[in-house]
């Protein structure tokens, strides 16, 4: 979609995912108009979504994980958040929708690096390839 709403759709993969813009609000919105992500324009690692609070609640059992792995990606307010305040020194994650991997920059996740590694695949299939042991295996699939 696109015009004066906002909304830019993404330009690959199934062109399912696209950006919706507001004066206050960056969103990852999927066909149907389901919000995935929400994201603060002028503070982006405030994490807005519950689920998305809920599933690094795991870090209070696990404050400084050595290694995380993350299944679907998404928009990123996990691994964005999570390494604006250095709590995962160590991340991988996957995403298997090149369309929401198109939208990366948008959303602030930052290049792959030492802190943070993402990979084009199947979650289930990039799991079971993984040699590695994580700390924390954070679900969003």
Known sequence: MSG???????????????VRKSWRYVE???K????????LRWCPDVLLVGYTRTMLAA???????RRTGILG????PRPSSAIAICLMP???AVESDAGVLALREVFRVPVDAARLTVDH????????????RYALLLVDA
């Open 73 to 76: 990606l998404g928009a990123g």
């Open 90 to 92: 160590a991340s991988r």
């Open 59 to 65: 870090l209070l059992l696990q404050p400084r994980p």
């Open 121 to 132: 695949d199947d979650g289930a299939r990039w799991l079971r390839g993984r040699r590695e």
């Open 4 to 18: 004066g709403d906002g909304a830019t759709p993404s330009k690959q993969g199934r062109a399912q995912a696209y």
């Open 28 to 30: 990852l919105q999927f």
């Open 32 to 39: 149907g108009e389901v919000t995935h992500t929400r994201m």
